[in-house]
Each structure stands twice: as C-alpha cells, then as structure tokens.
C-alpha cells in the first residue's frame, strides 16, 4: 500500500531572483518593501512611520532614528528600505 504524498507548500520567501528583481528596482513595493513615510501625529508633529508591507512596524520622532530601524527592518526581513516624504513619493532608497 502506498502512501499518498504530500501536498507540496509554497515558501513564502522570495527567491533569489525575485530578490535581486526587487532590489533592482527604482520605486518602492509598498505590498513588499520596508517604507519610511512621513507624517503627522495629532499634535503638528512630523514623525517617521515605518512599514513593512504595508503594515505599521513602528514610528520615530526622528528621520536618523526611523532610517536605523527601518534598515535593521530590512536586512532581518531581507527586503528593499525606502523613504517617502510626506506625500507618499519615493525619495530614496534606504537599503
């Protein structure tokens, strides 16, 4: 009697390829990439907030300090970092 085999799981990690694609991007994933976006909290403050696909990882008072995690952010997660100013356009690559 044989065995049935298993169903065979897809890997949510990227493969080298599809990472060296991204990397070599000139413009964020927002569904993907580690963002550094400005805003503004509910007291006219400028804060930093930090994304990961979208989803919130963080905020920081500081552009110095929202960039240092967003890069720790980046290499953990092994993806591109992006900052956006204020109106959600890219301006530069991160890491």
């Known amino acids: 009697m044989t065995r049935p085999s298993a169903p065979a799981r ?12 991204r990397s070599e991007r000139n413009h964020p994933d927002r569904d993907y990439d580690v963002i550094v976006h400005q805003c503004h909290d509910g007291h006219d403050r400028n804060m930093w907030r930090i994304l990961i696909g979208g989803e919130k990882q963080g905020a920081q008072e500081t552009l110095a300090l929202a960039i240092k995690l967003a890069r720790n952010l980046a290499l953990v997660h092994r993806r591109p970092a992006w900052l956006l100013d204020k109106t959600g356009c890219p301006v530069m690559p991160i890491g």
């Open 10 to 21: 897809s890997s949510s990690r990227p493969t080298r390829s599809t990472q060296s694609q």
